[in-house]
C-alpha cells in the first residue's frame, strides 16, 4: 500500500519511523518539519533550525532556499548534550560545536542549485537521526554550465 501525501505523517507515526528509538534507532532523513529561509534586504538568506531537546534531530530537518547564494544559518542547541554540525560550504566545510544549550552562527556559501546535506558527526549522532538538508533552487550558474545544445526541460 502506498500512502498519500495527505496520510504521511500518520503513516511515519505507525511505522515508528517519526521518532528516536523506535523502529529504526534514530530518525530517518527527510521526515521531519521543512522549513523556508528569509531573504533579507542585503542579499543573504537566513534561517534557523534547532536541536529539540531529547529529539535528536534537527527542526526543520529541511530548508528550503529560493536560489544558490550566501546562507546565514542559526543553530541552536535545545539538547542536554553536545553536538556539532559539519555543515557544506562552497571550499572547505564549516565545523560549529554546539555545547548543551548553546547557539551558535554559519555564514554559508553555495553557489548552485541542488541539496546539499548537513549533520552531527559526534558519537552516533548522524546514525541516530541528527542529520539534515538544505535545499536551493534556482538556476546553474552560466560559468558550470556545460557547453552543449538547450535540452528540453520537464
Not at 53 to 80: M, Q, S
Request: proline share 6%; glycine share 14%; hydrophobic share 35%.
Amino acid at each position: 500500500m502506498t500512502a498519500t501525501a495527505g496520510d504521511r505523517a500518520a503513516d511515519l507515526a505507525a511505522a515508528g519511523l517519526d521518532g528516536q528509538n523506535r523502529t529504526a534507532l534514530g530518525r530517518v532523513l527527510g521526515t521531519g518539519n521543512v522549513g523556508h529561509a528569509e531573504v533579507g534586504s542585503d542579499g543573504i538568506m537566513r534561517a534557523t533550525v534547532r536541536i529539540p531537546e531529547d529529539e535528536l534531530c534537527w527542526d526543520p530537518a529541511i530548508l528550503v532556499f529560493p536560489e544558490g547564494g550566501e546562507v546565514e544559518l542559526t543553530l541552536i542547541n535545545d539538547d542536554k548534550n553536545t553536538h556539532c554540525a559539519v555543515l557544506p560550504n562552497n571550499g572547505d566545510p564549516k565545523i560549529i560545536w554546539l555545547v548543551n544549550h548553546s547557539k551558535g552562527t554559519a555564514r554559508l556559501s553555495l553557489g548552485g542549485p541542488g541539496t546539499y546535506y548537513y549533520g552531527s558527526t559526534t558519537g552516533n549522532d548522524e546514525g541516530r537521526g541528527l542529520t539534515a538538508a538544505l535545499v536551493f533552487g534556482g538556476e546553474v550558474p552560466d560559468s558550470a554550465k556545460i557547453d552543449r545544445p538547450p535540452q528540453s526541460r520537464p
